[in-house]
């Protein structure tokens, strides 16, 4: 069972248990910077980038505005071409769908491909509950349900293990010889993988792009797992969050040159698995299951300012680019969402009230959205989330099934950080009392030592050094050129 024991609530505490571990820091600024290299080297090649980046951002917001005219072409199509579709409006419905299939089927050995919509719902979870677990296929997944843990990046679960930890996990759980050989480890991987696919006879998948025009699921990847998870089995069941949908198959030009380049530098994931119901030939699976999930998403759209949420294509650029993710890892979010996307999404899906610190898990610094291919302006979605959690505006959670609909509770400010603003406000509201605190805080920057006898500035002076205030401010150089 893989749920975090983490929480947003205590985003604080997980952060600071994250910075001393240096182990984990070590091997996150590794990886984030391998990424942001390839990325770099990637984009570089690439004449029309922000061209494409306007274009996937224009088709996504397209989308989004007429999201069920499209949902419903897409169920048409998909349904034609032999699938059969299912519509969840939460994790608990989207959970018990896949259930009672792999039940009815009298479905035991399940595996399933990498998928975020299925870490979302706690898929594993439920489907252990009736002996069903799943075995996780991607290598990155592997690696951390045999730890028992969740994954820590949307794109490279395990971001946060070294191959020394993988090499120590694998003598406990696996039994074989020490080594910390990432070759060796993955041929181990493969050959215990491969008697799982054989067996299988149920497989789940997430999806990465639904074509509306065909009712086509388009499913990328790297290792052939997902291939394998959604050809071998007899029953194939791909998890799909309601955003996922583009209008037409041209549309998919744009996007797959965008998602690779920006996740992992790469020109084209090696494998690109297109399906259009189950296979006609009887070679693959014999029933395709698409799972439709809401979980909160249809408010989200609701919401037209918000709404660019969604736009998302999971690509774990704006998590490489983040010093916040960078420091810190993915776990610290207590969310399965991690990064500056995470830090929008979750308060959305699970509400202000159990994920309002996340907003404020960020310095400003936009780099996620100059790297975002879908061009999400993250901070400022971080800032209005923030206004909200202030102002105590009611950002719900999902509803569950069965369950009244859940609302927040106003997210508080430290009484501190409140009397602070408040104080603030009050300076600055007169030009008497706001003279008054510049020339104070013109003495304060001539005495360092001062600043640092209090607690909040001693710590934000750790590790800045604060903009030096002029000699002779503004306005009194002002009246003198006026003069
Ligand atoms: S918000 Fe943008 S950069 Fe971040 S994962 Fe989504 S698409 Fe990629």
Redesign the pocket.
Known sequence: MRVSPLTPETFADNARAALADATLTGALRRATDTFAERRAAAIGAVPDWQELRTRAAAIKAHTLARLDAYLEEFTANATKAGATVHWARDAAEACAIVRDLAQARGSKRLVKSKSMATEEIHLNAALAQDGREPVETDLGEWIIQLAGETPSH?IVPAIHKTKEQIGALFVDKLGIPPSSDPQLLAAEARTRLRAHFAAADLGISGVNFGVAETGTILVLENEGNARMTTTLPAVHVAVMGIEKVIPRFGDLETFLRLLPR??TGQHLTTYQSMLTGPDPMGQGPRELHIVLLDNGRSRIVADELMRQTL?????????NACPVYQSIGGHAYGSVYP???GAILTPQLQGLHSAGTLPFASSLCGA?KD????K?D?PSLLLELRRRAVAGEQVPAAPSRGAAPTTSKPARRKPLEALGWRVWSWVTRSPARFRLATAFARLGQKLPFAMRLFGPMRAWQSSREAPKLAARPFRDRWRGDAR
């Open positions: 949307i920006s996740g736009a998302c294509i999971r690509c774990g650029a704006c998590l990064g500056p996307i996620c790297v975002c291919p879908v999400i993250i």
